[in-house]
């Protein structure tokens, strides 16, 4: 029997209807579309304004699409690991709620925070416990409610971030695809550029906190953008040069949707063309943990058995990485 791979054979998404577009935002702080368009390269956010709801809502969705879509029962089901900055909670985990939502109920599940290197992580992860032997079905969810913790006053970080989730099932193969390899860094250095200043134990929640906003994404930009272009440039080449991959055999390079500039460096860096780089900034912004797997649910159609795939990731933290992904089935 041959070594045990963990194999997407599945994507499900979920995407909130109401669209937050530059010219609101516009309205709201000092910029304009042609600003946030060179700067960023976002036109437009999906926003989760639905009375009551919370990122598992997302999360539930993209799981039940996912299920439909690969026919799988919600009883068969192992393990459940959802990468969020945005639970619904501090605790319990947001995972365990999606599991109670859609039924899950022979899962066990937990949270993964990585910022928006999670789902990276998550499927990292998710991959080990496939590959053990152990468990046949793994579901990943990159799922974040941005909208919750954006200050809309803010005009360096309101138009950055959307809301929306996604979902893949991993199951065992003992062909030469699925994740192959994946190099994973941390550095708590990053904890002062990139952060929500209260809310935690080192900070708890106030009046004075309240009062000063401090329960919003803070960030260092220029410092976040400099550290983001050379981690996530190296990492994807470093994953690359110790496969052997080359541009001419690489099929997809899907980086973290943060920002357009930082996009094109990274592909820059591996040598690779535009048309080789998924991109869906422009419609969602940066959700977070769901842009890697928001972009391969995008792009699924153009997706073929075998393809050699590359995703990198770069998060608050600082955490960064990058996955090896040999692709599963054809659309």
């Not at 272009?229 to 099929?251: F, H, Q, Y």
Request: charged share 25%; aromatic share 8%.
């Amino acid at each position: 029997m041959g070594k045990i791979h963990a194999a997407i054979t599945g994507i499900g998404a979920f995407l909130p209807d109401y669209r937050l577009t530059n010219e609101e935002i516009s309205t709201m702080v000092d910029t304009s579309d042609e600003w946030i368009m060179q700067r960023i390269g976002i036109k437009e956010r999906r926003i989760y304004k639905e009375r009551g709801k919370a990122t598992s809502d997302m999360g539930v969705e993209a799981v039940k699409q996912l299920l439909e879509k690969t026919k799988t029962a919600p009883e068969e089901i192992d393990l459940v690991i959802c990468a969020t900055i945005t639970p619904d909670r501090p605790f319990p985990a947001t995972a365990n709620i999606i599991c109670r939502k859609a039924g899950l109920h022979n899962a066990w599940s937990y949270d993964i925070s990585a910022a928006c290197s999670g789902f990276v992580f998550a499927l990292t992860t998710g991959a080990s416990f496939i590959e053990t032997g152990k468990y046949k079905k793994v579901i990943i969810i990159g799922a974040d409610m941005m909208s919750a913790i954006t200050d809309y006053t803010d005009r360096t970080t309101c138009p950055l971030f959307g809301d929306g989730a996604a979902a893949v099932l991993l199951e065992p193969t003992t062909e030469e695809i699925g994740v192959m390899d994946h190099i994973n860094y941390t550095d708590g250095k990053g904890r002062h550029y990139l952060h929500m200043k209260a809310g935690g134990s080192k900070r708890p929640a106030s009046v004075e906190t309240v009062e000063n906003r401090e329960h919003f994404v803070h960030q260092d930009g220029q410092t976040v953008f400099k550290y983001a272009v050379s981690r996530m440039a190296d990492v994807a080449v470093e994953i690359m040069d110790k496969n052997n991959i080359t541009p001419e055999n690489l099929a997809w390079l899907v980086p973290h949707q943060a920002n357009m500039r930082i996009i094109d460096a990274v592909a820059r860096r591996m040598k690779i063309n535009r048309e080789q780089v998924m991109i869906n900034i422009e419609k969602y912004g940066n959700t977070t943990a769901a842009t890697i797997p928001l972009c391969l649910f995008d792009y699924e159609k153009q997706l073929k058995k075998g393809d050699n795939i590359i995703l990198a990731a770069f998060g608050a933290g600082f955490t960064w990485g990058s996955v090896y992904l040999k692709w599963a089935y054809n659309s």
